[in-house]
């Protein structure tokens, strides 16, 4: 197959391409631009596309012995990934844009124009399997459970994974590392990356202070009272416990969490713990890679972080939307997320949070 | 069997030059020393000066080498500012689609140094505009410390008027970066202060260039030390280079490149529906800027490569990032239009039937790339 790398300039996407190649396929390595100004240097595990990621990724393609270009998506970036991360914390939602990454840049303005230019897919550094089922392609955890990715894989459709590859799903990072370092990459002990690569300072809520402004509100109680003032209510998650700065101590003296961000009046709502419980989720804008589950409900596990447990749930499909059950209650869970169905380690759909009870 | 025609990016090394280089590497001695060894070395290079002054009407003492035609530019963007710059000068004129050995230096000037920078813009044929050039220096000539004109723009092609710039300009120092002219068209240093010229888009070795700096005007130095040129550039003269670059300095084929660029231009127009054709007529014999509507150069880029043809996207960028190109929006093309540009530059060695296989494979690039913008 003729396969498009995405190289990030990082161990994972140079060891993905390096296999794709010892696989037999026709690889052409490819380092996004995403920033629309690049910084020379990456700081620690922050920051992307900086001039000396393209400059590993570039490297890397060399050993590797593929040829290497930079595609400039820095605009298709920013409407579809940043620009949706500030809209959805202006709505009062945490959004995850790696999964809005792969949905909208990864493996669907790379993957339209590697396909248009006679590519059949893309191969990235992602943890997760590919498996075939049934003459179809089906979307499993990877071996390595603490790197396993298939949670910001699970908003692709039918259709995109049919040209997702991903090299890495059986192999244990650790070893990965070790292979690169037998492949000659010199990326081999590059630290992994964290945090939003959009955000290089690291602090998010800085961040969005500056571009949506910090316009101070009352955070309250359950009851309405005011107990203390934030400066800006997105740049609090629910479940939020630290840096609070309340004034009013609770009467119970226990700790107090973020159980609610209402954009509207521009008020953050505070409580106990165990208000913070939820059983029940309501997702829109579903979208199934394996079977549709219906109106009936079906048993399996949901999972509602990038590095969340699998919870045993009950699911079905609604209007619009899917339905959630947990057998167990939760602590905490923001909307804007994604709930990401599992039928053991195949992932069955992905949905966006809207609605906690 | 692979195509390369990026020949304005660097252009190989001519079989004479490469001959006189291995000659010279081969040779002991710092061209800077007294003894037998070194007067030999000096000679050689001495030789190679007066050679390339004799090439574009200059006196060998004019000739300043650098470590490249950035640096001959920096040179001398900065140095006829600060030049001038004591006499109370501060405006820093240039043309609107300089290389960016010109124009950065330039910005460099308006951040550190208090200088003004204007933009000479450019017609609609790919030239700077004189009309605004005179306008310019009779209201504000007393200001103006430099004026820098490229001798032919670098993405498109284009020659332009010095001889007018010239009479325009009158007493004010004028500056000209005649990179991608040397050789391929008459350079003359004639009536300029400063002019810039590299080796390696001529058949030279990289890392070699030259300023041609006017007799008696003499500039602050970026590089101090031995003060080996003129004390106006210091460094261990290369003289392997140097006298590879003298050697390259040979007559240029100008009208079989021109036919062959001209039965491209013909070919693509014939071809691709919509392809705009940013060379003008008065330009280089060997390039051929096109713009493909609904594509980005980048990805044109990656299928001719895919298919061995070797070509730019007008301007490189250090990080590999492509922007709509100044030059071209200087034009006046839209940035959809910039972004899906192509420069295919033919050198000596181009043959038809490179030109028959880029057309055989051109059209369909195109489409390939329309459906993946």
Known sequence: MKLIAAMSGGVDSAVAASRAVEAGHQVVGVHLALASNPQKYRSGARGCCTIEDSHDARRAADVIGIPFYIWDMAEEFHAGVVENFLSEYSAGRTPNPCLRCNEKIKFAAVLDRAKAMGFDGVVTGHYANMRALDGERTLHRAIDMSKDQSYVLAVLTREQLQGAYFPLGDTEKVDIRKEAEAKGLAVANKPDSHDICFVPSGDNAGWLRERLGSEEGPIVDQDGNIIGQHKGAYTYTIGQRKGLGLTVPATDGNPRFVLKIEPKSNTVVVGPREDLAVTRIVGEKPVWCGPNPGSDWQTGYVQVRAHGAALDCKYREIEDGIEIELEKPLLGLATGQAAVIYDGDRVVGSSTICETE | ?373
């Open chain 2, 1 to 373: 069997m692979a195509i390369y025609l990026d020949h304005a990016a660097t252009t190989p090394i001519s079989e004479i030059a490469l001959a006189e280089f291995n000659k010279q590497l081969q040779q002991i001695g710092n061209p800077s020393s007294l003894h037998n060894f070194g007067r030999e070395q000096r000679r050689a290079l001495e030789e190679a000066r007066e050679k390339i002054a004799n090439f574009i009407n200059c006196a060998p003492g004019e000739v300043i080498f650098t470590g490249s035609g950035t640096e001959a530019d920096n040179l001398a963007i900065k140095g006829l500012f600060w030049k001038e710059q004591k006499n109370g000068k501060k405006v820093v004129v240039i043309s609107s689609f300089e290389h960016k050995a010109v124009l950065e230096p330039a910005e460099w000037l308006v951040e550190k140094e208090g200088a003004e920078l204007i933009q000479i813009p450019i017609t609609s044929e790919g030239i700077v505009n004189l009309d605004f050039l005179k306008d310019l220096v009779s209201k504000r000539g007393h200001e103006i410390a430099l004026i820098s004109v490229m001798h032919s723009n670098n993405e498109i092609g284009a020659l332009q008027p010095i001889d007018e710039v010239l009479k325009i300009a009158g007493n004010i120092p004028v500056h000209c970066d005649a990179v991608q002219s040397l050789v391929k068209v008459p350079v003359s240093f004639k009536g300029l202060t400063a002019l810039t010229l590299s080796a390696h888009k001529v058949g030279g070795p990289v890392g070699v260039g030259a300023l041609i700096l006017k007799r008696g005007f003499d500039i602050p130095a970026l590089l101090h030390g031995g003060g080996q040129e003129r004390e106006i550039r210091s460094g261990t003269l290369n003289a392997p280079a140097i006298c590879a670059f003298a050697a390259a300095l040979t007559t240029y084929p100008t009208d079989a490149v021109s036919a062959l660029r001209d039965q491209l231009i013909t070919g693509i127009k014939n071809s691709i529906p919509n392809a705009l054709i940013n060379t003008p007529k008065n330009a280089l014999p060997g390039i051929v800027n096109v713009s493909f509507p609904g594509t980005k150069g980048e990805t044109l880029l990656l299928l001719m490569d895919m298919e061995g043809i070797a070509c730019s996207t007008g301007s490189a960028c250090s990080a590999g990032v492509h922007r709509p190109s100044h030059v071209l929006i200087a034009l006046g093309r839209t940035e959809d239009e910039a972004i899906g540009t192509l420069r295919l530059s033919l050198g000596a060695q181009s043959t038809e039937a490179d030109i028959k296989r880029v057309l055989e494979v051109l059209p369909g690039v195109v489409e390939k790339a329309r459906l993946a913008k």
